[in-house]
């Protein structure tokens, strides 16, 4: 696609519930990042896909928070046993492969309500 | 690791004025620093971005300024003009990690 595609847009669940947020990166992009915003914060990192593996997971804020990214491409952040404090916009990036430091493009994001 | 922090986190601005944002970051390994405009219910774009070899970058109105030593780095945008307004995000990536750095965002409004 043209750029980074998040669904659902939008996502209201109970308290308790699981959710499981998709992301669909730029075509050939092989960097893969997952951010929290909470109202009026700034961007907080919650994990870093190369490829298929995770080697930054560090922004996890507990075990209920998992992902996985599959084929290179596709990203899923589940959230099990969700929480008011975890409503927020989740918001995935991606990066063309090779040196560091480029551009990260952002999704639209998925906002999360949990009543 | 990395802390960014970002000031004001407000500013608001008179048309044609100038504003300047300011972010300081810990990790002297760091050696990128974009930033991030954020229109209200949409995605951060990248608006200019610096790496720790210059000390300034210019693209038409906007600016960024770096002092490796003081560790902070700051945005200027000139002539601003109702559709700056938006929230800035400066960000920074140390050495050999990957995913960036946010600072806290400031929201800036140009009164027309």
């Known amino acids: 696609g043209a750029g980074v595609s998040q669904s659902p847009s939008n996502k209201v669940t109970e308290k308790g519930k699981d959710v499981e947020l998709r992301c669909d990166p730029i075509?050939?992009?092989?960097?893969l990042y997952w951010y929290r915003q909470s109202l009026g914060q700034g961007l907080e990192f919650l994990i870093y896909?190369?490829?298929?593996?995770?080697?930054?997971k560090s922004g996890l804020p507990s075990d209920r928070f998992s992902a996985e990214r599959t084929g290179g491409s596709v990203s899923t952040l589940t959230i099990q046993r969700t929480q008011q404090e975890d409503s927020a916009v989740y918001l995935c990036?991606?990066?063309?492969?090779?040196?560091?430091?480029?551009?990260?493009?952002f999704g639209q994001g998925t906002r999360l309500t949990v009543v | 690791g990395e802390n960014v922090e970002q000031h004001p986190s407000t500013l608001s601005v008179q048309e044609g004025d100038s504003a300047v944002i300011k972010c300081t970051y810990s990790?002297?390994?760091?050696?990128?620093f974009p930033w991030y405009k954020q229109e209200l219910g949409k995605r951060p774009q990248l608006i200019i971005d610096?790496?720790?070899?210059?000390g300034e970058k210019k693209d038409q109105r906007i600016a960024v300024t770096l002092n490796k030593t003081a560790k902070h780095f700051s945005l200027h945008i000139t002539e601003t003009q109702p559709e700056d307004s938006a929230v800035y995000f400066c960000?920074?990536?140390?050495?050999?990690?990957?995913?960036?750095?946010f600072g806290s965002g400031t929201r800036l409004q140009v009164q027309p």
């Open positions: 990790d002297s390994a760091s050696n990128y």
């Open positions: 896909f190369q490829g298929n593996s995770a080697p930054d």
């Open positions: 075509s050939g992009h092989t960097a």
């Open positions: 610096i790496r720790s070899n210059v």
């Open positions: 960000a920074a990536n140390p050495t050999g990690r990957r995913a960036l750095t």
């Open positions: 990036a991606s990066s063309r492969p090779g040196a560091l430091n480029t551009e990260a493009f």
